[in-house]
Nanobody, 123 residues
C-alpha cells in the first residue's frame, strides 16, 4: 500500500527557514507531480504549492516568493523549501503525489497521503 512520508518540520523563529521532505513508501514508481498542503488548528486543509514534471509550478499567494518546490530524482523525494517563515505558516504540512514515468502537465489530488509534519513558527 502506497502512502506518503513527510518530515523536516519543527520549531523556528519568525524569519527562519525549514525544508520539508516528501517521499513515497511502498512505491518504486517515480513521483511526477506533487501538491503540498497545510492545515492550521481549527482551519481547513489548504493547498499551498504544486509541481508537475511537465514544468508547471504553482504557489498560493500567501507563500509566493517564500516557498519553493524542488525534487531529487535519484531519491524520488520532493522538497518544500520555506523561507521567511511567519507565525501564520504554523500548521501541519502534508504532501500528496501523482505517480508515473510519463510527463505530466499538472498536479491532481490523489488518494496518497501521509501523517504530515508539524511546523511551528513562533518567538
Amino acid at each position: 500500500q502506497v502512502h506518503m512520508v513527510e518530515s523536516g518540520g519543527g520549531w523556528v523563529q519568525p524569519g527562519g527557514s525549514l525544508r520539508l521532505f516528501c517521499a513515497a513508501s511502498g512505491s518504486a514508481i517515480s513521483i511526477n507531480a506533487v501538491g503540498w498542503y497545510r492545515q492550521a488548528p481549527g482551519k481547513q486543509r489548504e493547498l499551498v504549492a504544486t509541481w508537475a514534471n511537465g514544468g508547471s509550478t504553482w504557489y498560493a499567494e500567501s507563500v509566493w516568493g517564500r516557498f519553493s518546490i524542488s525534487r531529487d530524482n535519484a531519491k524520488n523525494t520532493m522538497y518544500l523549501q520555506m523561507n521567511s517563515l511567519k507565525p501564520d505558516d504554523t500548521a501541519v504540512y502534508y504532501c500528496n503525489a501523482n505517480f508515473g514515468s510519463h510527463g505530466r502537465s499538472w498536479y491532481e489530488p490523489s488518494d496518497y497521503w501521509g501523517q504530515g509534519t508539524q511546523v511551528t513558527v513562533s518567538s
